[in-house]
């Protein structure tokens, strides 16, 4: 069974940074194939997506992020991050882990809240 542990959320300030992590465990045997990604969902909106990144390392984001953040991936350590600058209220949300190849998986989220 895979797991995805996110971990790293919190409070934090407008104009402030936090760094997610998701880390991978269990049956996820080839972690190097999956496509990872970064959901959030904030109250009473739809899940969406933050940013992807493949196992070729090509990422892709969200428009309304405007370069504030970045995914990376260590193959090695199955590890997955999201480095967030430059927090806003409006990126209040739980934020989700997501991999995929054949089957998708989730985590079961990290709270982000931004707030003076």
């Known amino acids: 069974q895979v797991q995805l542990v996110e971990s790293g959320g919190g409070l934090v300030q407008p104009g402030g940074s936090l760094r997610l992590s998701c880390a991978a465990s269990?049956?996820?045997?080839?972690?190097?194939?999956?496509?990872m990604a970064w959901y959030r969902q904030a109250p009473g909106k739809q899940r969406e997506l933050v940013a992807s990144?493949?196992?070729?390392?090509?990422?892709e984001y969200a428009d309304y992020l405007k370069g504030r953040f970045t995914i990376s991936r260590d193959n090695a350590k199955k590890t997955v991050t999201l480095q967030m600058n430059s927090l806003k209220p409006d990126d209040t949300a739980v934020y989700y882990c997501n991999a995929y190849l054949h089957t998708e998986y989730w985590g079961e989220g990290t709270q982000v809240t931004v707030s003076s």
């Open positions: 990144i493949t196992d070729t390392h090509i990422t």
């Open positions: 269990g049956g996820i045997f080839s972690f190097s194939m999956y496509i």
